[in-house]
């Protein structure tokens, strides 16, 4: 896109108002030279140019919009609006002052689209480049050239960076991903130190564990061995038994006692507990409170409702309740009809448990002498129980006559198992689940462990990222800085004629191959030559809107300058004063012939305010105002 | 939810293995229940474990007992007296859900466990801490414990 400044209009500013057609003629000359002496609003304008192309007025504060009204015969309001041509289309930036708020915003119009919209509306496809960085290298002082060749400074870098919107790599990304890693420390992301802690508990719980496994594992060893021995040797015991008769005589006799002994103690408990799960039967307090409470809940007539129970009571009596004798035909009817009377679900609950008291209470009395039989059985069996148990073990150590001795041997061995089975089982319960919480805290361990590593890695991918992009931004800047110095080492000698010079590298400023013995217009046409090939590159073709641009250059400089500008291959809209015509205008005229645009801007003489516009070569170089009375 | 304490069950723990005698938790719960609620203690339940929602096997048959002991025990527990019907109803109304099976609030269930524990406590001391080991040794002591508690009692 070929983009040209057609011309600016502005009003009610510290800057003469003025409607500037830089195309007023019926073409577009791709040099302007803009003679503005001092005072005349010159540096306003740019900054206005300049702001009209990046956006940067949406972030004014109200000091800053004040300095831009008039100093007298102030208005509310002001503007500033820029025409520009891209391509064959014509778009309008317009900045609108309000004095009394101290505020501004844009207006932005398109020829192609009609109507005027609020608000900075810069075709997308330019957005990448107006930025403020970038349209610094658009709008700019004449020392910038010199700049961009001062080893002091890293203009030339800055500007391959505004071209290529390294913005984004140097500190866009990197920014987002500094943030993502700072959230991620907020919410409990953890450094080295902490990950070392967890894997230190981590190991400390893994050798717990181990113990913990190891001990459980020997535990039910030694219970599969022990009921392994003892099975062995009852099986002993069994045969033992069988070759002696007497002695299997007496050891069946004991078992049977004792075995017996057992089932009447389990059978006393059986019915001991059924005894207690008849709470009403057994105890004969529990029994007439319960009846006492029925009794009470009946007084008080609840459930409020008829009950079953009810019509139940009537229709057993000799007459209803309105006096009329009952037959039995009578009474099946009320049985029949009394499901239409009956009551709400709560007042059933209520019935059902009345009714639970009622069969739960006998009416001779709770069954408390039994229950007291069943407990008085009980505490026999379990002496009988005891003492055959005893019985039974007394026989098994004095076991007599023949076999005896082997007997008492296998018992004792049995009676020893036993208590280490006994042992092992208890260790079991022990440890299961003593090593069930180790798991669980191991676990737990390790999902710490985890996160702080997802962290970790986040930390590693946040660096990775920067890496990525501080080297993409070395690669794109070799890759640019290469192409321009081949590019600029190219056109340098075809523009440089006389005294050619060659660009050494570009490092933060252009460096030339002889820098020491350079002269300085050799440095300042570089500084142009650069900026333009630097522009090459861009999409699309900006112009130059430059203040000054040769400034306290002498005049041989001045129009080595001057021939230069042609060469650049883009409009070229200059900011000068009438010090500045000597050299460089000449020198422009010699290299562009008659394709230079010539105006000249002062003060009306009626109206400060009002700006006077005078077209021409010749009224540029008969003025002679050069007031000092500072840059407006 | 019927619900027990974790305590209670470590309690009770070498006597829950005898599955011939104690073939579900509930019977545990229960002889803790009725303790508890002839006693009229209840306890607060901490770091409870469900256990069932229904009166279960032997247990269902005396549901209507059951939710009796509970009404006398809380209506004693709140000075209410048969006469007044209001408040009587007001109770029966706080503790029974005629549309829920059994027929109890959130209340009725939190009273019934409350008194559990109640029972859990004096059994706990009078055994003087000891988990028991025996079932029959343990319902001898049972058996002596609830004979004082019903005789305690003041109906």
Known sequence: ?632 | MFKRSEEHARFFKELSKDKRVFQMEFDLWYLCFLVGVTKGRREGLTKAVDMIGYFPGRYSAQEGVLLAMLLRAELSAKGVGLEDRTAVQSVVDHLIDPATRPPLTSAGFRAFNEYAAGGYEILREKLMGEPPREPSTFLVSYSEVMNQTVDEARY
């Open chain 1, 1 to 632: 896109m070929e983009i040209s400044i057609l011309g600016w209009k502005s009003f009610g500013l510290r800057c003469p108002d003025i409607s500037l057609d830089l195309a007023a003629g019926g073409k577009l000359d791709s040099i302007a030279l803009v003679q503005m002496p001092n005072g005349t609003g010159k540096t306003t304008t740019l900054e206005l140019i300049k702001a009209c192309l990046d956006g940067s007025a949406e972030r004014w504060g109200r000091g800053k919009v004040l300095g831009f009204q008039r100093k007298h015969n102030r208005v509310h309001e002001g503007s500033f609006a820029l025409n520009i041509k891209l391509d064959d289309d014509r778009l309008t930036i317009e900045i609108a002052f309000d004095f009394q708020e101290g505020c501004c915003g844009y207006r932005t119009s398109k020829a192609s689209e009609g109507g005027v919209r609020d608000g900075w509306k810069i075709p997308v496809d330019l957005r990448a480049y107006c930025t403020e960085q970038f349209i610094n290298l658009v709008v700019f002082d004449g020392e910038l050239a010199g700049r961009l060749l001062d080893r002091k400074q890293t203009e030339a870098e800055k500007a391959i960076d505004a071209l290529c919107d390294l913005d984004f790599l140097i500190e866009g990304i990197p920014a987002w991903a500094d943030s993502l890693w700072r959230d991620a420390k907020r919410e409990g992301a953890l450094s080295d130190i902490e990950i070392s802690r967890i894997k230190k508990s981590i190991d400390e719980v893994q050798e717990q564990k181990e113990k913990l496994e190891h001990k459980l594992q020997t535990a039910q060893r030694a219970l599969e061995e022990g009921k392994s021995k003892r099975q062995d040797l009852e099986n002993q015991r069994s045969t033992e038994l069988e070759k002696h008769e007497e002695l299997k005589k007496n050891h069946e006799y004991a078992e049977r006692e004792h075995r017996q002994a057992k089932q009447r103690l389990d059978d006393s408990i059986d019915q001991l507990m059924t005894k207690l799960v008849e709470p009403a039967s057994t105890f004969i307090k529990i029994g007439n409170s319960l009846a006492a409470l029925k009794e009470g809940l009946d007084k008080a007539r609840l459930p409020e409702v008829s009950s079953r129970q009810f019509f139940e009571e009537i229709v057993e009596q000799d007459c209803c309740i309105c006096g009329t004798p009952f037959n039995d035909q009578m009474r099946g009817h009320v049985r029949e009809q009394m499901g239409q009377y009956l009551s709400s679900e709560t007042t059933s609950v209520l019935n059902v448990m009345k009714d639970s008291i009622v069969k739960a209470v006998s009416p001779n009395g709770p069954e408390v002498v039994e229950f007291e039989m069943v407990l008085s059985h009980m505490k026999s069996a379990l002496q009988d129980s005891y003492k055959a148990s005893q019985r039974a073990s007394q026989a098994k150590s004095h076991y007599s006559g023949p076999g005896a001795e082997e007997m008492r041997g296998i018992e004792q061995k049995i009676g020893q198992l036993t208590g280490q089975i006994e042992a092992a089982e208890r260790m079991v319960e022990q440890l299961a689940p003593k090593l069930q919480s180790v798991k669980s805290r191991q676990d737990a361990l390790d999902e710490q462990l985890a996160e702080a590593q997802d962290a970790k890695r986040l930390k590693q991918k946040v660096s990775k990222l920067k890496q990525i992009c501080s080297d993409a931004v070395g690669l794109v800047r070799d890759n640019v800085k290469g192409k321009m110095l081949d590019d600029c080492n190219k056109m340098l000698p075809l523009i440089l004629k006389d005294n050619p010079v060659q660009l050494k590298r570009i490092e933060g400023a252009v460096q030339l191959a002889d820098q020491d013995n350079a002269s300085v217009g050799q440095t300042l046409a570089v500084g142009y030559v650069f900026l333009a090939r630097l522009f090459a590159y861009a999409t699309h073709n900006f112009p130059f809107v430059v203040d000054s641009p040769v400034g306290s250059l002498d005049n041989s400089v001045r129009e080595q300058i001057g021939r230069l500008i042609p060469s650049l291959g883009r409009q070229f809209v200059a900011f000068t004063i009438s010090s500045e015509r000597t050299g460089f205008v000449p020198g422009l005229e010699g290299a562009a012939g008659d394709g230079i645009a010539f105006l000249t801007i002062q003060r009306s003489d009626r109206d400060l305010n009002q700006a006077a516009l005078l077209w021409g070569r010749e009224a540029f170089y008969t003025f002679h105002s050069d007031k000092e009375e500072g840059d407006v």
